[in-house]
């Protein structure tokens, strides 16, 4: 079946550390890979995404995400975390033809420390 | 980027009222529109699939007559909840497909049922 995994539910960095979030996916055609930030009671906004190229792919806010199709992976990298980071992060997976329905991951939840 | 608007963003109701929630893509035509619910903490679920000028696709376990869908221009989807229960209270979020097939979220409509 198709899934998507996000193993870290919360994650707590201090802020200017790295962060990494991972996202892991089950999918048998050929992914467009998405992240996506939401802060509480809001929709959703793109960050970056992977469609085909470069498997390094360079988003807004400093993020990047590496796409690794050997680990079935697409880890959300950011090399120093601002207090304003603090959100909820999803992971989103659809196929490269159909009917370009989203499977999301299960969120991480991120807090920044001062 | 492609603007998706969401109309109203927060609505309380009555239980056994219906609501209505427009979704409307504000720059662009979509033929396909997507409505998803979220409950608190946790992550999206893809509820139905919305067409312009046919009937929606529902994902399994969601009540096609409880929720009701109108795609009927390429730039406006409705959802209705019908006879509101507090069950039904959630974070609903539409999003919109473009022509190089890539989705845009609206900002979500918070129901809260009483």
């Known amino acids: 079946a198709q899934s998507v995994t996000q193993p870290d539910i919360h994650i707590t960095v201090s802020e200017g550390a790295s962060l990494e979030l991972r996202c892991n996916y089950s999918y048998g055609a050929t992914p467009y890979l998405f992240w996506y930030v939401q802060s509480p009671g809001q929709g959703l906004q793109l960050l970056l995404k992977?469609?085909?190229?470069?498997?390094l792919v360079q988003g807004i806010k400093g993020f990047e995400a590496e796409f690794k199709r050997s680990q079935s992976s697409f880890n959300l990298r950011k090399p120093s975390v601002h207090w304003s980071d603090a959100a909820e992060y999803f992971c989103a997976v659809t196929t490269t033809s159909g009917t370009y329905k989203y499977i999301f991951g299960t969120g991480t939840r991120l807090k920044v420390l001062a | 980027g492609a603007v998706v608007s969401q109309h109203p963003s927060r609505v309380i109701c009555k239980s056994g009222t219906s609501v209505k929630i427009e979704c409307r893509s504000l720059?662009?035509?979509?033929?396909?529109m997507f409505w998803y619910r979220q409950f608190p903490k946790q992550s999206l679920m893809l509820m139905a699939t919305?067409?312009?000028?046919?009937?929606?696709?529902?994902e399994q376990g969601v009540e096609k007559d409880k929720f009701l869908i109108n795609h009927a221009s390429l730039t406006l989807s409705t959802l209705t909840v019908t006879s509101a229960h507090p069950e039904d209270s959630s974070f609903y979020i539409c999003?919109?497909?473009?022509?190089?097939?890539?989705?845009?979220f609206g900002p979500g409509t918070r129901l809260t049922v009483l």
């Open positions: 720059d662009f035509q979509a033929t396909t």
């Open positions: 992977y469609f085909s190229g470069d498997t």
């Open positions: 999003s919109a497909v473009t022509s190089n097939n890539e989705q845009f």
């Open positions: 919305s067409n312009e000028g046919s009937k929606a696709t529902y």
